[in-house]
C-alpha cells in the first residue's frame, strides 16, 4: 500500500542544511564588513564587467550549453584536452555531479573533518555515506588516516586544500605518497579552490597530478581568486572517462552566458586579478602575524582567510565581532572562520581578536 503523502528518499531527511556565511545587518554609523564567506573583497574588474554586461544583452537567447569559448580558454591556458573538461555552477555542483555519477546508496566517500561544508551535503544527496577522517593537531589532513580509512565500499575520497575552514594546504610529496596508496578505482578529487592563494613551501597543482593519474580530479573555481562567487562557474579536470560522467550528470544549460562571459575574460585578464591575490595574500601575512602575536594558535594560514580556535566561546566572539561591524564564519564548540577583506575590516578583526585573546 502507498503511504498518504509523497516522501522524498529516505536520505534526503538526513540533509544537513548548509550555513551560508550572513551579511551584516546595516548599522548606522558603523562600518560592517563580511568576513564569513571567504569572498573576494575586490570589485569586479572593469574589463570583466564590461563583458558580463555585453553578455547579458542576449539573455533572452539559453547560454552555450557546450561551454565552448569557456573550456577552449581553459584548454588553452591549462594545456588539456576539452573533453577533460567539465563545467558547472561552481565547483560544488562540479562535485554534486560527480559524485551522483559515481556513488550508489550505501558507497562511502572519504574526507577529512572538520572540511568544508559542503560535502556531507552533496555525500548525503546520492544516498552514500560520509566517512569522516579528523584532522591532525595543527589542523592538517591526516593523509595516513585517509588512506586506511578506504575500503571496498569507497568510491571517491575529497582532498580538501588549503582546508576550508582551517587553512593549512596538503604538500605535494604527501600527496603523491597518498596517490599511490589509494587503489585506482576510486576517485580522488582535489579541491583547488583556493589554489592561487597559496604559498607553500612544497604546494601541489592538481592538473599536473592528474594527468598522469586516470583516478584524479582537479576540481577548481572562479569564484575565489577570480573574484566571480555570484556568477556560479567552476570546472573539473579529469580523463575523459570522468570528465564525461560529471558533464552527463550536469543540469542543462547550467552556467549562464553571463557566467561564462565573465570567466572567459577572468582568464584573459589573469594577471591583473593574480595581483590581487597578491594583495589578499600579504594581508593574510599581516592578520595571521598580529594574532599570533596576541597568543591566537592561528594555524597555518594557505587560502584567503584564517582560522581562530575558539572552542566553546565561539559563538560569543562572533557575536562581538558583529557588534563590531565584522561578520565572520562561527562553527559552534569549534572555532570561527574569518575572511581576508579589506584592510579596514581586517583591522576591526583584528581588535576584537585582541579583546578576546587568553
Ligand atoms: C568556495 C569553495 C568552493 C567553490 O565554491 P563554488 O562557489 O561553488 O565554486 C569549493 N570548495 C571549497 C572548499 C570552497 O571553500
Given at each position: 500500500m502507498s503511504s498518504a503523502t509523497p516522501s522524498p528518499r529516505a536520505a534526503i531527511g538526513g540533509i544537513p542544511a548548509y550555513v551560508p556565511g550572513r551579511p551584516p545587518a546595516a548599522r548606522p554609523g558603523v562600518t560592517t564588513y563580511k568576513?564569513?564567506?571567504?569572498?573576494?573583497?575586490?570589485?569586479?574588474l572593469p574589463g570583466v564587467l564590461e563583458a558580463a554586461v555585453a553578455a547579458a544583452a542576449t539573455m533572452n537567447r539559453y547560454p552555450d550549453m557546450g561551454c565552448t569559448a569557456l573550456y577552449a580558454a581553459l584548454a588553452e591556458r591549462l594545456d588539456v584536452p576539452v573533453s577533460h573538461l567539465a563545467a558547472g555552477t561552481g565547483s560544488v555542483a562540479v562535485l554534486y555531479h560527480l559524485l551522483q555519477a559515481f556513488c550508489e546508496a550505501g558507497d562511502e566517500v572519504v574526507y577529512a573533518w572538520r572540511s568544508f561544508e559542503a560535502y556531507p551535503i552533496a555525500v548525503a544527496v546520492t544516498g552514500a555515506v560520509s566517512v569522516q577522517v579528523p584532522l591532525t593537531a595543527d589542523a592538517r589532513h591526516d593523509l595516513d588516516a585517509m588512506a586506511a580509512a578506504i575500503t571496498d565500499r569507497t568510491k571517491v575520497v575529497v582532498v580538501c586544500s588549503p582546508n576550508n575552514p582551517t587553512g593549512p594546504a596538503v604538500r605535494r610529496a604527501e600527496l603523491e605518497a597518498f596517490l599511490a596508496t589509494v587503489p585506482p578505482h576510486v576517485v580522488v578529487v582535489l579541491?583547488?579552490?583556493?589554489?592561487?592563494f597559496v604559498r607553500d613551501e612544497d604546494p601541489f597543482d592538481g592538473v599536473e597530478l592528474y594527468r598522469s593519474r586516470p583516478n584524479v580530479v582537479a576540481m577548481r573555481t572562479f569564484a575565489k581568486a577570480y573574484g566571480l562567487a555570484g556568477f556560479r562557474v567552476g570546472y573539473a579536470v579529469a580523463a575523459e572517462p570522468i570528465a564525461a560522467a560529471v558533464r552527463a550528470c550536469a543540469l542543462p544549460f547550467g552556467v549562464s552566458s553571463v557566467a561564462q562571459a565573465a570567466a572567459v575574460e577572468s582568464l584573459r585578464r589573469e594577471a591583473e586579478l593574480l595581483e590581487r591575490v597578491e594583495g589578499i595574500v600579504a594581508e593574510r601575512a599581516r592578520v595571521r602575524e598580529a594574532l599570533l602575536d596576541q597568543g591566537w594558535a592561528v594555524p597555518d594560514a594557505q587560502g584567503n582567510f584564517v582560522w581562530l580556535p575558539?572552542?566553546?566561546?565561539t559563538v560569543a566572539f562572533a557575536k562581538a565581532a558583529e557588534e563590531a561591524g565584522v561578520m565572520v564564519r562561527p562553527f559552534a564548540g569549534d572555532g570561527a572562520r574569518v575572511s581576508i577583506g579589506e584592510p579596514a575590516g581586517n583591522d576591526v578583526l583584528l581588535k576584537v581578536a585582541a579583546e578576546h585573546a587568553d
Open positions: 568576513l564569513s564567506s571567504n569572498e573576494n573583497p575586490h570589485a569586479p579541491d583547488e579552490a583556493y589554489r592561487e575558539l572552542g566553546e566561546r
